[in-house]
């Protein structure tokens, strides 16, 4: 078994559209479990600090300043192989290219406002969750 933990959000157009809870049971009907739950309003700076791998990207300051547009529930999820469980369970970035079934085919409103980030890697999920989230928060 590879129980892994992945960094899960939640963004503010699902958080808009009180969908939290239509989201979360999509996660846990897939067999992961929330660790850790939050709900937070990002700064433009902390936006920009998160996602400052993708700086040099067109997107970069659209995609900041709708991550600041509204709440957004930060998570920690854990399960077997949980980083691309998560990935599949998301779909594809385009709502339009995601499969049936998957949070972004049902829920996104745009490739913009595609409802959920998840980590891309068990690197960067570590990373990710330490940006949101102390040990002292996660508990199993």
């Known amino acids: 078994m590879n129980i892994q933990q992945t960094l899960s959000i939640l963004k503010p157009d699902v958080t808009r559209r009180n969908l939290t809870g239509k989201v979360n049971a ?68 385009n709502p339009a290219n995601a499969n049936p079934g998957t949070i972004r085919h049902e829920f996104a409103e745009s490739i913009e406002a595609n409802s959920v980030h998840g980590s891309d890697s068990l690197e960067n999920a570590a990373i990710e969750i330490g940006f949101f989230f102390s040990k002292i928060e996660i508990v199993g």
Do not use: W
Not at 44 to 55: C, L
């Open 26 to 93: 999509k996660i846990e009907e897939a067999g992961l479990r929330i660790l850790a739950q939050k709900r937070l309003h990002l700064s433009k700076s902390q936006a920009q600090q998160f996602y400052a791998v993708h700086a040099e990207r067109s997107f970069f300051n659209d995609l900041c300043e709708f991550m600041c547009a509204g709440p957004s529930v930060v998570q920690v999820l854990e399960g077997e192989n949980a980083v691309a469980r998560y990935r599949d369970i998301m779909g594809a970035t």
